[in-house]
Nanobody
Framework: QVQLVESGGGLVQAGGSLRLSCAAS????????MGWYRQAPGNQRELVAR???????NYADSVRGRFAVSRDNAKNTVYLQMNSLKPEDTAVYYC?????????????WGQGTQVTVSS
């Protein structure tokens, strides 16, 4: 089992910045990909950004150039630096940890952290 604990959400004005963190603990040897998804009311959960243990990244088109995902493998922690935030970025952000990019056999979720961007 893997536990994911998120922090860093909150309320920010449009144009502002926030940094999310997610620390993984437990049996994490088979975790390769860590990242962030988000879900706004009435919408499906969608990918925001992911990063592999080796540093390969994958971003949603809507956030590329504004958000940056990074990880510290020694601390088993993934970060999401969010800049130039827009009201449409408002959502619950979920940390994810998986064994591979596609069709993961192992897939864990955090409890979610609310990000609210006011106009």
């Amino acid at each position: 089992q893997v536990q994911l604990v998120e922090s860093g959400g909150g309320l920010v004005q449009a144009g502002g910045s926030l940094r999310l963190s997610c620390a993984a603990s437990g049996i994490i040897l088979n975790i390769n990909v860590m990242g962030w998804y988000r879900q706004a009311p009435g919408n499906q959960r969608e990918l925001v950004a992911r990063i592999s243990r080796g540093g390969v990244t994958n971003y949603a088109d809507s956030v590329r150039g504004r958000f940056a995902v990074s990880r510290d493998n020694a601390k088993n922690t993934v970060y999401l630096q969010m800049n130039s935030l827009k009201p449409e970025d408002t959502a619950v952000y979920y940390c994810n940890a998986a064994d591979k990019w596609i069709s993961p056999g192992v897939n864990y979720w955090g409890q979610g952290t609310q990000v609210t961007v006011s106009s």
